[in-house]
Each structure stands twice: as structure tokens, then as C-alpha cells.
Nanobody, 127 residues
Framework: VKVVDSGGGSVQAGGSLRLSCVAS????????MGWFRQAPGKDREGIAI???????SYVDSVKGRFFLSTDGAKPTLYLQMNNLKPEDTGMYYC??????????????????????WGQGTQVTVSS
């Protein structure tokens, strides 16, 4: 399995960015994917997760501002980030894994349950 994430950049507070993630190599549709953020000096945190049944979860700090979507035809996961704040600055990583039973992944964890990771994309939000 290969995970490729992209779409980061530098924006001013209040701006928007859309991150993209494509995972290849899954032999079934029972996969889960998520976006993780590591801010400077902080631990990595799962901010938005899509489980294998399509259910989503978000950490409180991004609820109502960040939204997950997928094109359905292949393992893809987009993260639309609106009303960005300086505290959203960090390296964003996409992760994917085989998840045969929904309910095993949720936002807010450090990502130890995911095996396959993208290289990360930097998001910088200036005030």
C-alpha cells in the first residue's frame, strides 16, 4: 500500500486549503483513512478520520471548519479546511489501513492503529 498526500501551503488566517490523499494497493474496500496533524512541539493527533463504513469523526478543534470527502471510486480522502487559524499550522499526514470492522478508528488518537502513511504536507497559517 502506498499513500500520497498533498495540498498544503501557506495562507492567512481565515483562508482555506484542500488536502488530498490517494492510497493505492488495497485489495478490498474495507479501508479506513484519516488526516493527522503534528504541530511544532506537539504530539501527532488524528484530526479527521473516515472509517470503512464511511462514518467520520473530527476533533473538537476542527469541527465545523474541516470537512472530509472522498470520490468513492478509489481510496481517496480530501480534507477541506476552512477558516484556518494560526493554531492549525503543522505538518499534515494522511494515513490508511485495512479496517474490516468499523468502529476501531476515531479522531483524537495518535495514529498508532494506522500502518500506512503519506510523506506529509506542510500547512502554515499566518495571522
Amino acid at each position: 500500500v502506498k499513500v500520497v498526500d498533498s495540498g498544503g501551503g501557506s495562507v492567512q488566517a481565515g483562508g482555506s486549503l484542500r488536502l488530498s490523499c490517494v492510497a493505492s494497493g488495497f485489495s478490498s474496500r474495507n479501508y479506513c483513512m484519516g488526516w493527522f496533524r503534528q504541530a511544532p512541539g506537539k504530539d501527532r493527533e488524528g484530526i479527521a478520520i473516515m472509517d470503512s463504513d464511511g462514518s467520520t469523526s473530527y476533533v473538537d478543534s476542527v469541527k465545523g471548519r474541516f470537512f472530509l470527502s472522498t470520490d468513492g471510486a478509489k481510496p481517496t480522502l480530501y480534507l477541506q479546511m476552512n477558516n484556518l487559524k494560526p493554531e492549525d499550522t503543522g505538518m499534515y499526514y494522511c494515513a490508511a489501513d485495512f479496517c474490516p470492522w468499523p468502529g476501531t478508528v476515531i479522531a483524537g488518537t495518535g495514529g498508532g492503529e494506522f500502518v500506512h502513511w503519506g510523506q506529509g504536507t506542510q500547512v502554515t497559517v499566518s495571522s
